[in-house]
């Protein structure tokens, strides 16, 4: 499959963004979908990911903010986030992993595609 992300930008702390995931390639349902984030020296780290279309998961730091989501009729992932900080400020990615389990959903190795990174940034 194919990825590509957008709705990045800048936004002031306390704001909100939504990314979009646009998949081609092959329908998505069954596939885990996620999202991660990188800023400069600094590992890709894991936000959210929807396991095999069904259950949510996400990363202590984002929690109760930032809301994941799919529309498999559009082949659409989206990343709803709020209440935005200054250390939200990365590139973000999706990601699209065919087998992926469940002991691997928060790890990079865990998905076979990516999309090309929009990038977010958050004035205080």
């Known amino acids: 499959v194919q990825l590509q992300a957008s709705g990045g930008g800048l936004v002031q702390a306390g704001g909100s963004l939504r990314l979009s995931c646009a998949v081609s390639g092959r329908t998505f349902s069954g596939y885990t979908t996620g999202w991660f984030r990188q800023t400069p020296g600094k590992e890709r780290e894991f936000v959210a990911t929807i396991f095999r279309g069904t259950r949510t998961y996400y990363a202590d730091s984002v929690k109760g903010r930032f809301t994941i989501s799919r529309d498999n009729a559009k082949n659409t992932l989206y990343l709803q986030m709020n209440s935005l900080k200054s250390e939200d400020t990365a590139v973000y990615y999706c990601?699209?992993?065919?087998?992926?389990?469940?002991?691997?959903?928060?790890?990079?190795?865990?998905?076979?595609?990516w999309g090309q990174g929009t990038e977010v940034t958050v004035s205080s």
């Open positions: 990601a699209a992993g065919r087998g992926t389990i469940l002991s691997t959903t928060r790890d990079v190795g865990g998905y076979d595609s």
